[in-house]
């Protein structure tokens, strides 16, 4: 499958900024599963400082706001092609060892909410059945809702409030699984919707490691695994570490952040 992505960032400044650095994790993986056709990013009110690539493989592009603006844009649009292998990315790779994403963070480390959505499952032979058991009582637990949590909230916190949305459920899943002994981490990316085109955000799930598959993603929120719409962008031990923007900035009050997303399916000439 062929999907064309458009995200548009807006930040506004209430005064003029004096000094800004933003980090941005906007470039797709060329990975198991998709590969990269074209990727373009352009701004307006900032300038690239250099790109590189991050401890998990992500590349991270470093930008500096312009002095004296109170208004940044950046503009991501590209084409990737895509394949549905069931949501098993495979082998490990990367700079980190596979038990670095064994041990909790602080968005992941479970309390007694989380603990009872593991009670009573037992360590089991076919992890992969026991994985997706325990997707399935995350978001059974923890209803999908808008607007309830932010991107501060924990995963105990959230599996305590029982709503949320796909970083929350992608969160409690995967301290969960560390919980369980199961190596898990953080993704970020898009999600093609068969409903529409225009969305508000981009979308989150995780992905656990599992001997002699590898990685294998599970999209909680969906009660799924990823398949041929989705497009990895960055992944991490939590969402801290694969967030699509992060930054500092000084001298500029009462931010604002605006996001335009469009994804669609291409058609593939012959």
């Not at 002994?181 to 955000?201: C, F, K, N």
């Amino acid at each position: 499958m062929r999907i064309a992505i458009t995200h548009r960032t807006r930040y506004d400044f209430e005064e003029p900024v004096v000094h800004a650095l933003q980090r941005l994790r906007l470039t797709p993986k060329s990975t198991s599963g998709q590969s990269i056709i074209e990727w373009s990013m352009n701004m307006e009110g900032a300038h690239r400082e250099l790109e590189y690539e991050d401890h998990n493989c992500n590349t991270t592009t470093l930008v500096a706001v312009e002095p004296g603006i109170q208004q940044v844009k950046i503009e991501c649009r590209g084409l990737v092609d895509t394949n549905d292998n069931a949501g098993v990315i495979g082998r490990h790779a990367g700079h980190l060892p596979i038990w670095h994403f064994a041990g909790q963070s602080k968005m992941t480390k479970p309390g007694s909410a989380m603990k009872a959505i593991v009670s009573g499952m037992a360590d089991s032979d076919d992890r992969l059945d026991m994985l997706h058991e325990l997707s399935a009582k995350v978001l059974d637990k923890v209803r999908y809702e808008t607007g309830r949590t932010t991107s501060e909230t924990t995963a105990e916190e959230a599996a305590e409030a029982g709503h949320g949305v796909c970083q929350d459920h992608a969160h409690i899943f995967i301290g969960c699984a560390r919980h369980l002994g199961i190596p898990a981490r953080y993704v970020s990316g898009y999600l093609m919707m068969e409903d529409r085109v225009m969305q508000e955000a981009g979308h989150a799930w995780a992905e656990a490691f599992i001997k002699d598959l590898g990685w294998v993603g599970f999209d909680i929120s969906n009660g799924i695994s990823p398949d041929a719409r989705y497009v990895r962008v960055a992944t991490g031990k939590d969402y801290s570490e694969a967030a699509p923007i992060t930054g500092i900035s000084f001298g500029g009050s009462g931010d604002s952040l605006s996001v335009e997303l469009e994804v669609s399916q291409q058609t593939v000439e012959q």
